[in-house]
């Protein structure tokens, strides 16, 4: 059985499709954009749509189960947000032909998956294609916001950076976010190394 969005805060590609796009499903479609690839479980995409209301706030998931428990989270937590929308989709589906060009004002990503074996690498996001495709949705003065706690991941995303052309790394620290991600406390109780990333369109 089908199951039906869980209005208004989760709307579907469908719902870009048909009706006008990413922004016009928020209440002020004129507000600037940022997007949170993969929120999961966390609580930095809720916590900045609540403390910064002069921006619209974008959770992309690929998990259906992770968006409707982040609703009832919302609808838990009882503040109406209309800055606030998650869909369900690949972000690969929808960055390129529904973000491009130059709607996002900034990227968040924070652990994505390494896939670390060999044989699953194709299966990992920040691949020079995809990129390519964050690089040309970015507005002026845009930024990818990213920490990994994986070594060879954060090598890679170096690397599928540096081709970009008029994308310049800056100093991004951990004291930038405004709390410790689920991930980030779960892997520095672990001893790991958290690599974090900016990278800003000019």
Request: some cysteine; overall charge negative; charged content about 30%.
């Amino acid at each position: 059985m089908k199951l039906a969005p869980l209005r208004p805060y989760e709307t579907t590609w469908e719902d870009w499709l048909l009706g006008g796009g990413p922004c016009a499903q928020f209440e002020d479609p004129s507000l600037p954009l940022e997007v949170e690839i993969g929120p999961g479980e966390d609580a930095f995409l809720y916590d900045s749509a609540v403390d910064d209301s002069a921006r619209n706030w974008l959770g992309i998931e690929y998990s259906r189960k992770r968006v409707r428990r982040y609703v009832r989270r919302i609808e838990r937590g009882g503040v109406e947000l209309p800055n606030l929308r998650l869909i369900w989709r690949p972000a690969a589906d929808l960055v390129g032909p529904f973000l491009s060009p130059g709607v996002v004002a900034n990227y968040h990503i924070y652990f994505p998956d390494p896939w670390p074996k060999a044989h699953h690498a194709r299966y990992r996001m920040m691949a020079p294609a995809f990129v390519q495709s964050l690089h040309a949705s970015l507005a002026p003065g845009g930024a990818v916001n990213m920490a990994t706690d994986a070594a060879e991941y954060a090598e890679e995303i170096r690397e599928a950076f540096l081709p970009v052309e008029r994308m310049t790394e800056e100093r991004f620290a951990e004291d930038e976010l405004p709390a410790e991600t689920v991930f980030e406390e779960r892997w520095r109780a672990m001893g790991r190394t958290i690599h974090f990333f900016r990278y800003r369109k000019a």
